[in-house]
């Protein structure tokens, strides 16, 4: 089981639309390391529903990774393993897009609290 | 239960729920400081051509600058190499000055020219990454709280 803890993790890595990654590159986070695997994904109308899932557990299991950045209305179409998803690191936040204003309805982290209020 | 301990569940409540407030306020907060950069690299698009501002620009061989510290999880930015090292003329007075410049600034993949609606986006996106690594710090927060207290649920 790989090590769940803050310690080494350094990298910001990002699933998002083409404005979102060329914003958060532009602010630093890009990195393509020595074996050419890249921390962020430009999802488009062709990116297949498989293809953000692999890219997200990809990014869950590197060890170098703190913080998952994903448009919120990307994460929808991965609903359902972001709600089963409950490790502390990498962290997985849901950001707004240009288009889609953050909802916190859909909040995977917001649904976890109403779960201490019974279901 | 003791008279203690379930206060002290609930003043763990108390605490996630000002959490989930306060993370929530941060979202709202991020929110417009990313749609203002949002703005201003759709302007930057228009001054500069569509084309050229796109992932077709991105650079092949980048690392990161903004990171964030595995300790204290806060933002750690690296300072981009500057086209023109100060330090070296101070040192060389006669150096040549380099055609072939380092840049590990992401600004420069979109030219050596770039509209300033750019550079302004760029901050805005620089100031929302700040923003957003709190957040993440804060969720982290909340969710350990809430794991706590689920626990103590069951």
Redesign the interface.
């Known amino acids: 089981m790989s090590q769940n803890t803050?310690?080494?993790?350094?990298?910001?890595a990002a699933i998002g639309d083409?404005?979102?990654?060329?914003?958060?590159?532009?602010?630093?986070?890009?990195?393509?390391d020595a074996h050419q695997r890249a921390?962020f994904m430009?999802v488009t109308s062709k990116t297949t529903q498989e293809q953000i899932e692999e890219t997200f557990t990809s990014f869950t299991q590197r060890k170098d990774i703190?913080?998952i950045?994903i448009n919120q209305h990307i994460a929808e179409y991965i609903r359902g393993i972001l709600d089963e998803y409950?490790a502390?690191f990498p962290?997985v936040?849901e950001?707004?897009s240009?288009d889609h204003?953050?909802d916190?309805s859909k909040d995977s982290?917001?649904k976890?609290?109403q779960?201490?209020f019974g279901e | 239960m003791t008279h203690k301990h379930s206060q002290d569940l609930d003043s763990q409540?108390l605490q996630?729920?000002d959490g989930?407030a306060e993370?929530?306020q941060l979202?709202?907060s991020?929110?417009v400081t990313?749609?203002k950069?949002?703005f201003d690299?759709?302007q930057a698009r228009r001054s500069a051509g569509y084309r050229w501002?796109?992932?077709d620009q991105?650079?092949?061989?980048?690392?990161?600058?903004?990171?964030?510290?595995?300790?204290t999880?806060q933002i750690?930015?690296?300072v981009?190499v500057p086209e023109e090292s100060e330090a070296e003329s101070e040192s060389e007075t006669s150096k040549p000055k380099s055609k072939s410049s380092k840049y590990t600034d992401?600004?420069h993949w979109f030219g050596m020219l770039v509209p300033p609606s750019?550079r302004d986006?760029?901050r805005?996106?620089?100031l929302?990454?700040d923003k957003?690594?709190e957040?993440?710090q804060l969720?982290?927060h909340?969710?350990?709280g809430?794991?706590r207290?689920?626990s103590a649920?069951n």
């Open positions: 803050g310690k080494g993790r350094t990298l910001i083409e404005d979102t990654i060329t914003g958060l590159l532009l602010a630093g986070i890009g990195d393509i921390n430009v703190a913080i950045l409950s502390a962290t936040l950001i707004p240009k204003p953050y916190p982290v917001l976890r609290v779960l201490l | 409540l996630v729920l989930v993370y929530q979202q709202q991020a929110g990313l749609r950069a949002w690299l759709a501002i796109s992932p991105y650079s092949g061989n980048m690392r990161a600058t903004a990171t964030v510290d595995p300790e999880m750690v930015r690296g981009p992401p600004l750019l986006s760029q805005g996106f620089q929302s990454l957003l690594v957040l993440a969720q982290r909340v969710m350990e809430q794991r207290l689920a649920q």
